[in-house]
């Protein structure tokens, strides 16, 4: 008796869309080239069927660039075998990914310092010159107990 | 308190800017945003101060602010000391009588056009005397509050049935001048 799974048919889901955003990836790359404009995709954003993002992912391959960050959870940004075309996926705290782009820039904008916390940084590095800048502070002497030294002169004369 | 801005905190609770880029990055994937939207939800963000709410509790079994007290995600402190300025809530603030309809109305002249009204019970309107508040009608005291209202919400409809029409109705349909 035949079964659901001996009959000899397979499905191939397709949605269309892995050619025309490899495209869009080439598009985004000439212009960033011709005019410093730099480009997001998000991968979560565009109808695609079960395997077609690991098909685009293996398409882009890995390049030179690794990097990890730890905000609010782990990020990971790898350059794709394409210079300039960056894969940045982010986890939360418990490692479930609730984001996945497809930066074409010449860095990432997460990989970026930051100007506000720079700014702070510019603070910090001062304040902590200047300190090294001044004097040691010599340890106050430890007082002395002159009061139990006058308690024990009384006991002696007693 | 009220003062600090929403960027200034998160860095004092040990946010970074990249954690916030990445909040903003997943948040507007999850509302179908475009990507390049994330900078400036952030930027949006960063500036935004803690928004007035006004909690105007009518004829009510208090059940919605017993919930409120026992909440976990977020806690009530959590709630009331880091995402909204909760500056009138009779159940729950600790000035009374004059003391607590004066920081009413300075919370609403100061966040005329902004703050967020929460209204929870029923309105008595055929007889506006029978629930009154420091010698005001609720039907009254939701009318002045409505009026400055960026954004007014009424709870427990299902519980006092027919409130959300009656505030409708209650509620003026457009927003004069501050007084």
């Known amino acids: 008796m035949n079964t659901l799974a001996g009959i000899p048919v397979t499905v191939e889901l397709a949605s269309g869309n892995v050619e025309l955003l490899l495209h869009e990836i080439a598009h985004a790359l000439e212009r960033l080239l011709e005019s410093g404009k730099a480009s997001v995709i998000d991968l979560r954003g565009v109808p695609l069927a079960p395997g077609e993002e690991e098909r685009i992912l293996e398409f882009l391959g890995t390049g030179e660039v690794r990097a990890e960050l730890d905000a609010g959870g782990p990020s990971s940004v790898n350059e794709s075998r394409f210079a300039g075309v960056w894969v940045v996926t982010h986890h939360d705290p418990s490692g479930e990914i609730i ?3 497809i930066e074409i820039a010449f860095v990432p904008d997460i990989m970026r310092s930051q100007l506000v916390e720079m700014r702070e940084s510019r603070e910090r590095i001062a304040r902590e010159l200047a300190l090294m800048r001044s004097p040691a502070v010599s340890a106050p002497a430890p007082a002395r107990n ?7 002169k009384v006991l002696e004369k007693r | 308190m009220r003062d600090v801005l929403v960027g200034d905190y998160l860095r004092s609770r040990g946010v970074t800017r990249r954690g916030l880029l990445k909040f903003c990055a997943a948040t507007a994937s999850w509302m179908a945003l475009p990507p390049t939207l994330a900078q400036e939800i952030a930027a949006a963000l960063e500036k935004a101060r803690r928004p007035s709410v006004i909690w105007l509790p009518f004829q009510e079994c208090t059940g919605c602010t017993e919930s409120i007290t026992r909440a976990d995600s ?37 966040n005329w056009g902004k703050y967020l009204l929460a209204v929870d019970g029923s309105i008595p309107l055929g007889n506006p005397g029978y629930s009154t508040i ?29 409130l959300s029409a009656r505030t409708a109705e209650a509620m003026p349909q457009e ?5």
């Open chain 1, 146 to 152: 002159t009061d139990a030294e006058a308690a024990a």
């Open chain 2, 134 to 162: 420091a010698g005001v009608s609720n039907v009254d005291l939701l009318r002045e509050a409505a009026k400055g209202a960026a954004v007014a919400t009424s709870q427990a409809k299902a519980r006092v049935s027919g």
């Open chain 1, 99 to 101: 984001g996945r782009l």
């Open chain 2, 74 to 110: 977020p806690t009530l402190e959590g709630l009331i000391f880091e995402a909204i300025s909760l500056d009138y809530q009779h159940t729950l603030q600790a000035a009374a009588g004059e003391a607590a309809e004066e920081a009413r109305r300075n919370a609403m002249q100061e």
């Open chain 2, 175 to 179: 927003s004069p001048p501050p007084p």
